[in-house]
């Protein structure tokens, strides 16, 4: 199957780097109905960390059930996904393409989801976007 190339929204939630945090967040997302697409979670000091979060739909909801837990949420960002077979290289691949048309990659994150397949969530700066599609020539 071919590559194909998604731009999604994320959102970071800020939660406390304790046990539960991030299960507490998620469970607020799951009980306002929104499907995630991925999730990322690590911490950023002794005291906080942070939840990358990228709904399939339902961004508001999401952010309206993580407020009212308290968390910060900060503003949405925008994101290219990257679903494709996996082998050998294949996110080298794509960060070669984005080098060479001189996109630079802010975030990345990749994964083998499994049965051949791999993902990859890739943020590049906002006046970059249009430049990392047509650099990654993927319908």
């Given at each position: 199957m071919a590559e194909q190339l998604t731009k999604v929204d994320f959102y970071t939630a800020l939660v406390a780097n304790k046990p539960g945090e991030?299960?507490?967040?998620l469970a607020a997302v799951r009980d306002a109905?929104?499907?995630l697409l991925g999730i990322l979670g690590y911490?950023?000091?002794a005291r906080q960390g942070e939840?990358?979060?990228v709904p399939e739909a339902g961004g508001a909801a999401m952010v309206k059930a993580?407020?009212?837990l308290g968390l910060e949420v900060l503003p949405k960002q925008r994101a290219l996904m990257i679903t494709?077979?996996?082998q050998p290289g294949a996110v080298a691949a794509l960060l070669e393409k984005l080098a060479a048309a001189g996109v630079n990659v802010i975030k990345g994150h990749a994964l083998c989801g499994g049965m051949g397949?791999?993902?990859a969530m890739i943020v590049v700066a906002p006046e970059h976007m249009q430049k990392?599609?047509?650099a990654l020539g993927i319908k």
């Open positions: 991030a299960a507490r967040a109905g929104v499907n911490k950023t000091s939840l990358v979060l993580l407020r009212k494709g077979d996996d397949r791999y993902g990392a599609v047509r």
